[in-house]
């Protein structure tokens, strides 16, 4: 019966907001309720002529500046206030209605039909019901109406008494922030989280702190992450969300055996309080078991479309067989080169077809168009077509599909990078065999192999740390010129692996066979870091001189807690020496100098030299 009403009464005040708008008169309402109500409401006339009043007193009117024009309830003996001429005890008083009456239906309703100008005023007078902007703007969102849901619910969110909140405006949050971040407004997105932190209520700041850790996952700001997970951690220490977020940033800072034991306490803790869902439970103990392997099963089961095609590309790159043989020559030169086939071009082109992203040949890892916008067609193809992997073109395009999409998840480094990287490796090392020369990016189809390189090395950066240093390394070998510069790459591994000594070494290398004029801040600041770990402190003084004569934003950068984000332009490279370059170098560096016992003080102690 309740299911009936609510849809009766959906219905019956749609229709009621209809005649409202026509003059925004009560006996304009009154004439339609009478008239049109009934069928609306099973034919009940006095039930239609009852409800009418009740909608009339909450319905926001734009000639009063959205206010209400709410009729003073009628005493028994009194006119009833439908205007039948009755007293109120033999009209709608005597009218039970099945169900309850929301206070805000009309505005939520008026929300949902108002466009341009009057929602914008209407939104303006400050009059609209907090439950009214949440649901309004959850219905925009779900029909996909991105810039409609983004006004309103910013609307609810600008409201001056946070505390009045509805914890239903916890996915209202949610899906503003998301909004913000599709739709390009980072700076709102900025605003909003810092608002919340600042004064929400405790259960948006718990959310709030853990978007922001996602956020700062996202752009490889461990360091960041880690701040805002311990500040998520006091906000909402029983939140079932901080098991999930703490084994996503233990797997990012490499800690496999950790999450896996955090993973296990968190379902221990949460599984005594006894307040989880089934599917809750079900996914804490699947995290405890194996973090890895559950972030990504979750991830893959996220994509909607694409994750029965996910699932048998990782079926396919699981069993694929060994790789053939390529054409690799030397040019007059003495240099290695390799020259795709007839048949690769063959597999190559079958594949284009489907796949019609071209690899941007100036850039190390793009392409013309997104290939993820069609996906649903070139992911089915290549599980019916395996023998396409053959090619060193498809293997490439495939690698820069999967690490633009994937390349930041360590998860995702077992079943999707690591397969494909034992493929290419056995490519490089049949170059390799052919003895020794260069074999340099311009040189015949090398660009092929080595960019294919590149993207498996940022694919498995995070999850198989080794592997992908062995792989850069194994590249730098071949490619002494560091087309790709993988150097600071290999630095910053070897560096977090605690392989000082061979950082220190590749470091000086490095910088001793350094034309530039502006040294990259990656391998200068990473000779520091590894010369204090040596307890070489006058090296590591004097190197850090230099680095301060390149770059004298790094030092300051590198000390402050909560520094300001800084772009990199609009080509996402940093000018040497700028604070963007010091930014960058702080967002992938800072958790290396922060648990280095002393390091931190050690760099604050040298501010003021």
């Known amino acids: 019966m309740l299911a009936v009403w609510v849809e009766q009464l959906l219905g019956f005040a749609t229709g009621a907001l209809g005649a409202i708008r026509q003059d925004e008169r009560y006996p304009t309402l009154m004439a339609w309720a009478r008239e049109e109500g009934p069928a609306l409401v099973g034919g009940d006339a006095a039930l239609a ?225 006894g307040d989880l869902d089934p599917d809750q439970l079900q996914f804490l103990a699947d995290l405890a078991e194996n973090p890895g392997a559950t972030l990504a099963d979750q991830l893959l089961s996220a994509e909607e479309d694409l994750a029965e095609p996910l699932v048998a590309l990782q079926a396919l790159l699981a069993e694929l067989p060994v790789a053939p043989r390529l054409e690799i020559r030397r040019d007059a030169e003495g240099g290695l080169e390799y020259h795709s086939t007839a048949r690769e071009d063959t597999l190559f082109a079958a594949w284009q077809k489907v796949f019609t992203s071209r690899v941007e040949s100036d850039a190390p890892m793009g392409f013309d168009e997104d290939p993820w916008a069609y996906a649903g067609e070139w992911l089915p193809a290549l599980c019916a077509h395996p023998e396409w992997l053959d090619s060193p073109a498809v293997l490439q395009a495939l690698a820069l599909a999967l690490a633009s999409r994937f390349g930041s998840l360590p998860w995702m480094a077992p079943s999707l990078f690591e397969p494909l990287a034992t493929r290419l490796e056995r490519w490089l090392e049949q170059v390799r065999a052919e003895g020794e020369g260069g074999f340099l990016w311009d040189s015949a189809d090398n660009a092929v192999l080595l960019r294919s390189g590149l993207a498996l090395v940022v694919g498995m950066e995070r999850g198989a740390r080794a592997r992908s240093r062995e792989l850069a390394e194994h590249l730098l070998t071949l490619d002494a010129q560091d087309s790709l510069g993988l150097r600071e790459l290999v630095l910053d591994q070897l560096l977090r692996e605690g392989r000082d000594r061979a950082a220190l070494a590749l470091s000086v290398r490095e910088l001793e066979g350094e034309d530039d004029e502006a040294p990259p801040l990656g391998l200068l600041m990473g000779r520091v870091l590894a010369l204090y770990r040596l307890e070489r402190r006058d090296e590591a003084d004097a190197a850090l001189a230099e680095v301060r004569r390149h770059n004298t934003h790094v030092v300051p950068m590198l000390c402050a807690e909560n520094p300001r984000p800084v772009g990199n332009g609009g080509d996402g490279v940093a000018a040497p020496g700028s604070r963007a370059e010091a930014w960058q170098y702080r967002t992938l560096m800072r958790d290396q100098w922060r648990t280095t016992p002393g390091a931190l003080d050690w760099l604050q102690g040298r501010l003021g030299e």
């Open 49 to 273: 002529q009852a409800l009418a009043p009740e909608l009339w007193s909450q319905t926001p009117l734009a000639r009063l500046d959205f206010a209400a024009e709410s009729l003073a309830r009628p005493g028994r003996n009194e006119p009833c206030w439908c205007d039948s001429g009755r007293k109120t005890k033999r009209c709608c008083g005597a009218v039970s209605l099945p169900g309850h009456v929301p206070t805000h239906l009309m505005w939520m309703l008026s929300l949902r039909d108002w466009k341009g100008a009057t929602l914008k005023a209407a939104l303006a007078s400050g009059r609209a019901p907090a439950q009214a902007l949440l649901e309004a703007g959850l219905i925009a969102a779900e029909s996909g109406q991105r810039g409609r849901a983004q006004q309103i619910l910013e609307s609810l969110f600008e409201r001056a008494d946070w505390l009045t909140l509805p914890e239903q405006a916890e996915p209202a949050f949610e899906i503003l922030i998301d909004l913000y971040q599709e739709r390009g407004f980072n700076r709102k997105r900025e605003a909003l989280l810092d608002a919340v932190l600042d004064r929400g209520p405790l259960f948006l700041r718990g959310v709030a702190l853990e978007r922001l850790c996602l956020m700062h996952l996202d752009n490889d700001d461990l360091d960041s992450a880690r701040a805002a997970f311990v500040r998520a951690q006091q906000a909402l220490p029983d939140s079932p969300t901080l098991a999930y977020i703490e084994a996503m940033l233990l797997l990012h800072e490499g800690h496999e055996q950790e999450a896996a034991e955090r993973s296990r306490f968190w379902f221990r803790r949460l599984a005594r309080q």
